[in-house]
């Protein structure tokens, strides 16, 4: 298993400023997952992000809107950019620990509200 | 590409009976595939997930899921629902072992179930 721990847990910020938000593993990983969860929404996968190398987009998400740092194998950080209402979700950090057939871990997510 | 899907965006049960969420999946070939659930403001706990093996998988809090590749479903279930299983429910899939194939998950699009006294 894997202890997630994410920062802040909830923030509203002012539109046109950028928000960064930590997630901290007790364990190493070679791969964490950042995830959007819009209001009553299902969780939309924004980027890949592996120590090492450049984190890897979905479609419709851009680094320049959402850049992603993985400085080592235990830390991440994205940074929603430039924020508008839109961007109000709940971002979720997620480890997969093992190979494919183990199951991903979560940390408790990060509320933004952008006023 | 990997794909789940939840045809039920809302789910009513009466405390004592049984329950069912759905989920039916599409995948290259075989798939791993898992439940979550959501209680308010509170990240996603892992439930139980289908690998390889036995097709009725059982998990926490007395859930189990039936792994029908005929259907290509994943259903969820419960023999007796709770108050306390009123939460959001999420179906998700992930690729099987092929080479070259990210770790990520993909999720439905979750059902709330409501469980009544």
């Known amino acids: 298993s894997a202890v997630i721990s994410q920062k802040p847990s909830r923030d509203i910020c002012q539109r046109g400023t950028s928000l960064t938000i930590q997630c901290q593993v007790d364990?190493?990983?070679?791969?964490m997952f950042w995830y959007r969860q819009q209001p009553g929404q299902s969780l939309t996968l924004i980027a890949t992000a592996n120590q090492g190398s450049e984190a890897t987009y979905e479609s419709g998400f851009v680094i320049d809107k959402f850049p992603i740092s993985r400085p080592n194998l235990t830390f991440s950080t994205l940074t929603v950019s430039n924020m508008s209402p839109e961007d109000s979700s709940i971002y979720l950090c997620?480890?997969?620990?093992?190979?494919?057939?183990?199951?991903?871990?979560f940390g408790q997510g990060t509320r933004l509200t952008v006023v | 590409a990997q794909s789940v899907a939840q045809p039920e965006d809302q789910v009513n049960v009466a405390e004592g009976n049984p329950l069912t969420v759905k989920c039916t999946y599409s995948v290259s070939g075989n798939p791993y595939l898992f439940w979550y659930v959501q209680y308010p403001n509170r990240g996603l706990q892992f439930l139980l997930k289908?690998?390889?093996?036995?097709?009725l998988v059982k998990g926490s809090y007395g859930f189990e899921a039936e792994f029908n590749k005929s259907q290509t479903s994943f259903h969820l279930k419960k023999p007796s629902a709770l108050v306390s299983d009123s939460a959001l429910y999420f179906c998700a899939v992930r690729d099987g072992p092929q080479k070259g194939n990210n770790n990520d998950m993909r999720f439905g699009a979750g059902t709330r179930l409501t469980v009544k006294p």
């Open positions: 364990s190493q990983v070679t791969m």
């Open positions: 289908y690998i390889t093996g036995d097709n």
């Open positions: 997620s480890v997969a620990p093992g190979r494919q057939n183990t199951e991903a871990f």
